[in-house]
């Protein structure tokens, strides 16, 4: 928990990782260019004292995390979302055991996230029931750009994707977690692209979907599908840094998405352990927008930070939170926004 200014936070980190990007793990080069576009992205926008050195973030392990998280991180509970490149990896480049090992460590404070791959066909489904009777799964996290033999990515209103998606409502997988945003070495940036979402959140409203990254750099498609799409919501995973490096451009990027999806339907996410949480949670706590730019965004409340920062995914996820945090019960009277476009 994180208190501030006599306001106390309830942490929900929507997007934290296990992985092994040795380079004992690496399957072929792209291993290394994936891991390594990794460290770019945090130590270009992460504040210097946060900056690891390249063999620590290659691997950090069980140990490291529970202090990065529960220990420094003021997290209540953490979400892994799994990534698995077995094309670029020998053992996968999340740890799934290790991850499944904390969270039956902290079986309140941990939830885990795996991942499948449609084109797997029957014998992914297959799969995908195992792991969801063993790791309990509530939700899944997607990576449309993964590679596959000679494919580079795959749409998730292909057939075979949408019989998976089928597969989570009848096995009660709920929060569908699809990476849309910035590409990463050597994957394909037009498979990251958004127009998907729009075609299954329409035909799957059972299932929620989590466009993680809001989409960068393609924000303004992604917050024209959310304000229409009542069950798709935006992490903030990537997009928050800039809070630090470019604080101008996360205040666009902020009030695009409050004015658009509403602050009930975006999530914090510190992507770790591309970046750690307890700075981007100080630095979004104290963060306003600019007055010469609240002519556009109006400033952000207390209240608006605290649904984001936790109380949103714990939502999703039936997380219990402190009945004098939880902000989720509504005053009589009291009536849902409509969307700008209604």
């Not at 949408?162 to 590409?183: F, Q, S």
């Amino acid at each position: 928990m994180y208190e501030k200014n006599g306001e106390k936070y309830f942490i929900v980190d929507g997007h934290v990782h296990i992985w092994d990007g040795r380079a004992s793990n690496h399957k072929n080069v792209h291993g290394r260019e994936f891991i390594d576009c990794f460290y770019d992205y945090h130590k270009n926008l992460s504040p210097a004292e946060a900056v690891w050195d390249y063999d620590t973030y290659t691997y950090y392990g069980s140990e490291r995390f529970e202090r990065d998280i529960f220990g420094e991180g003021y997290v209540d509970h953490a979400i892994f979302q799994a990534t698995l490149l077995s094309d670029f990896y020998h053992n996968g480049f999340g740890q799934t055991e290790e991850a499944l090992a904390l969270v039956a460590k902290h079986p309140g404070n941990l939830t885990y996230n795996h991942a499948y791959d449609p084109r797997y066909g029957e014998a992914g489904l297959e799969q995908l029931r195992r792991d969801a009777e063993r790791m309990n799964l509530q939700g899944v996290k997607l990576y449309t750009a993964e590679w596959y033999g000679d494919s580079r990515g795959y749409k998730l209103d292909d057939r075979w994707s949408r019989r998976y998606l089928e597969e989570c409502i009848t096995l009660g997988i709920k929060n569908i977690h699809v990476h849309k945003g910035p590409t990463i070495r050597p994957l394909d940036r037009d498979a990251f692209d958004v127009s998907d979402v729009d075609k299954v959140a329409t035909d799957y409203l059972e299932l929620n979907f989590v466009v993680e990254h809001v989409g960068l750099p393609r924000l303004e498609d992604f917050c024209w599908i959310g304000t229409q799409e009542s069950n798709v919501y935006g992490g903030l995973a990537v997009a928050l840094p800039f809070i630090h490096t470019r604080p101008r451009y996360f205040a666009q990027i902020i009030g695009e998405l409050l004015y658009w999806i509403k602050e009930d339907k975006i999530l914090f996410g510190s992507d770790y352990a591309l970046w750690t949480p307890k700075w981007l949670i100080e630095q979004f706590v104290d963060f306003q927008i600019p007055e010469d730019m609240q002519t556009d965004y109006p400033p952000i409340t207390v209240e608006q930070k605290k649904k984001i920062l936790g109380l949103n995914a714990a939502a999703l996820y039936d997380i219990e939170v402190p009945a004098e945090l939880d902000l989720r019960y509504p005053e009589p009277g009291w009536r849902e926004p409509e969307s700008v476009l209604s």
